[in-house]
């Protein structure tokens, strides 16, 4: 039986990559392969972690070469019995390769030996046999991961928009995932018994657990650990030492969880307090060292266009003592705030010793700015000013933005709790 989506498939494989085995797989089989004292249950073990390997041991002795010895193997212990040793060394040894980071970073694969995994240990006495199913029930969500792109972000987006995650393959790829599962085992030549796990016909203890195990691992992968928690209760399968697979079940989503954490980009309150524990901990020798090591960071994790240090002069004057952004030498240069007071926001920032905020400056009068503030700063949106007192205001921390973007609440706390590490390097 042959489909569009299959016959694309079937093209897209034709001379691309296999799906690549993990390294500590392969290093694991080879190892017991030159053992013997592991011998062949060892070797079965190690295989059956491994989908690339699984596969390739299966489709061999399963093909039409190896067909006069066998009727057909449905377990890695049958295929070894037909292939022998030697056969599965070279196969293993021509077998690509992955590291265990690069395998975290494939979903499709990493979701594939997660189920394998949960799908071994609920049903540690069919071991073998509850791998493989578990291997091959999304044999065809797998395939479609690594050689259909285009059909697989189709999917996503669909998936995205609310829809079902079966119905989305549906809808792109004209069937369902399981169907073309079963119709790519069929190009292999696979046993029936494989096929009847795909499709659901088969065992039920095997199609149960392979369909518990593969959605279980997406669950985990997404780091849902009530809804994993509550498909756990549901399942109703005999012999499933339940207490042992929830162990593993909440041991994997905490370990999800922290991958997921690792991979998120730290926020701008995070940034900015981990800013504030360093320079706590690390008492800077000077001004001009503090403005050095805070300055920058302030820029980055708030995305500011400026963000500057005024200073009081001898003079009375206000004057940008060091700071980030662009044209800073000219702005260290020209930008002050005059020692008679006037109208300005920054005046008033100085005078009642308040923070001030101002979300759009093009709402403010030319006198409300500093002389010259809107050349030098043509394209800044907003601002904010707080004052850095020691009994009297001795300088300013300024931060402004070009762009449209907010300061959030826990932001500007932070900011503020840096701003008071500063007053002690101001003359008194």
Not at 94 to 115: C, F, H, I, P, Y
Request: hydrophobic content about 45%.
């Amino acid at each position: 039986m042959s489909t569009p989506i299959l016959d694309k498939l079937l093209h897209a494989m034709q001379g691309a990559k296999g799906v690549a085995a993990s390294e500590r797989s392969v290093a694991s089989v080879l190892g017991a392969l030159d053992s013997s004292e592991q011998g062949k249950h060892a070797v079965v073990r190690h295989i059956i972690e491994d989908f690339a390997l699984t596969q390739k041991v299966l489709k061999l002795a399963n093909s039409s070469m190896y067909a006069p010895f066998g009727s057909g193997s449905a377990s890695v212990s049958s295929a070894l019995e037909v292939l022998g040793s030697e056969a599965v060394l070279h196969l293993v040894l021509g077998a690509d390769l992955v590291s265990e980071e690069e395998l975290q970073k494939d979903d499709n694969l990493s979701r594939t030996l997660l189920a394998s995994e949960l799908a071994r240990n609920a049903c540690a006495e069919r071991a073998e046999d509850a791998s493989i199913a578990a291997l091959m029930v999304e044999i065809g969500r797998l395939m479609t991961g690594k050689y259909l792109p285009a059909e697989t972000a189709a999917i996503a987006a669909l998936v995205a928009k609310g829809q079902e995650p079966q119905d989305a393959a549906i809808a792109v790829l004209g069937e369902s995932y399981q169907e073309l599962g079963v119709e790519l085992a069929a190009r292999w030549n696979l046993p029936d018994t494989i096929r009847a796990t795909i499709d659901g016909t088969g065992d039920p203890l095997l199609v149960g657990i392979a369909r518990f195990a593969s959605a279980a691992s997406g669950l985990i992968h997404e780091g849902r650990g009530e809804t994993v928690a509550t498909l756990l209760q549901q399942l109703d399968l005999p012999g499933v030492d339940k207490t042992r697979l929830g162990t593993l079940m909440r041991h994997k989503v905490d370990e999800a969880q922290t991958r997921q954490r690792a991979a998120q980009p730290p926020s701008a309150t995070d940034g900015l307090q981990e800013l504030l524990r360093a320079l706590q901990a690390d008492k800077k020798p000077s001004l001009e060292a503090l403005a050095n090591a805070m300055l920058p960071v302030l820029a980055s994790c708030l995305e500011t266009a400026h963000c500057l240090l005024f200073m009081l002069t001898r003079s009375g004057e206000q004057r940008v003592r060091n700071g980030c952004g662009k044209g800073i030498d000219e702005l260290k240069s020209r930008l002050k705030i005059a020692a008679e007071f006037s109208p300005t926001a920054f005046h008033a920032a100085i005078k009642n010793n308040i923070d001030v905020s101002i979300a759009d400056v093009s709402k403010l009068k030319d006198a409300s700015l500093p002389e010259g503030y809107r050349v030098l700063l043509p394209h800044v949106t907003k601002f904010i000013i707080l004052p850095v007192a020691t009994g009297r205001v001795a300088g300013l921390l300024y931060c402004d933005w070009d762009t449209g973007r907010t300061l959030k609440q826990t932001e500007l706390e932070a900011l503020k709790q840096l701003r008071d590490l500063l007053p002690p390097y101001f003359p008194q």
